[in-house]
């Protein structure tokens, strides 16, 4: 049972390229999230989707673009990288109880 | 605001010491409540969880955390910390009525020293 997803692990992007960091869960979970950790700063939500072809903005959205166009997979999208969005970036699902949530393993992105 | 806070942002305890990391959140209604851990290097593992029920929940590797709801708080506890407990712990509150969302605190830091 693989759980969460995510690709690819680390990534080093020059100030305004854009990239796609992958999820994908095989639990069949309606709600996927994605959150960025920053040291002192916990983590924090971006996007967040309740089921495909439904996406909202979290606390910190901007720079970032989601979409949902099937229930296993939830891409979070960097359009044009800046050094502030160097981070460990998280994806995650649930269940529609919220029993718990399950995290991918991480993605570390540097943006110099 | 409505918020999850961690009062300790880094405790350092030696072996077999007992630890308690503080937890409260400022959300009204029905909440469920977790605690996770964050290995050096590693992804958030679920600790325990409070949904309903007995107050008092037992998680993995000897951890409890007592959830008290006059005082918005669900503190965790271990008797006797050990090495290998070094990690992030990070406390999350899901309202009932949050759509799935997860609100995580901003972390405490244990170092165990051996």
């Known amino acids: 049972n693989a759980g969460v997803t995510q690709t690819p692990k680390f990534q080093v992007l020059k100030t305004g390229q854009s990239m796609t960091l992958q999820c994908a869960q095989d639990?069949?979970?309606?709600?996927m999230s994605w959150y960025r950790q920053d040291p002192g700063m916990g983590l924090r939500l971006i996007h967040y989707?309740?089921?495909?072809?439904?996406?909202d903005q979290g606390e910190v959205p901007n720079g970032y673009n989601v979409s949902r166009s099937t229930t296993e997979d939830f891409p979070l999208r960097l359009l044009s990288a800046a050094p502030s969005q160097t981070s460990v970036y998280f994806c995650?699902?649930?269940?529609?109880?919220?029993?718990?949530?399950?995290f991918g393993e991480g993605s570390w992105l540097t943006v110099v | 605001a409505q918020s999850v806070s961690q009062h300790n942002h880094h405790v350092i305890l030696s072996e077999a010491a007992s630890l308690e990391l503080g937890c409260n959140y400022s959300?009204?209604?029905?909440?469920?409540l977790f605690w996770y851990v964050q290995y050096p290097g590693q992804h958030l593992q679920l600790l325990l969880k409070?949904?309903?029920?007995?107050?008092l929940v037992k998680g993995i590797k000897g951890f409890e955390a007592e959830f008290i709801k006059s005082k918005f708080s669900f503190n965790l506890r271990k008797p006797s910390v050990q090495w290998s407990d070094t990690a992030e712990y990070f406390c999350?509150?899901?309202?009932?009525?949050?759509?799935?969302?997860?609100?995580f605190g901003t972390g405490t830091s244990l170092t165990v020293i051996p």
């Open positions: 639990m069949n979970h309606e709600y």
């Open positions: 999350a509150v899901m309202p009932s009525w949050g759509g799935n969302q997860f609100y």
């Open positions: 989707s309740v089921g495909a072809g439904i996406t």
């Open positions: 995650a699902s649930s269940s529609e109880t919220g029993n718990t949530i399950y």
């Open positions: 409070y949904f309903s029920g007995d107050p």
């Open positions: 959300y009204g209604g029905t909440v469920n």
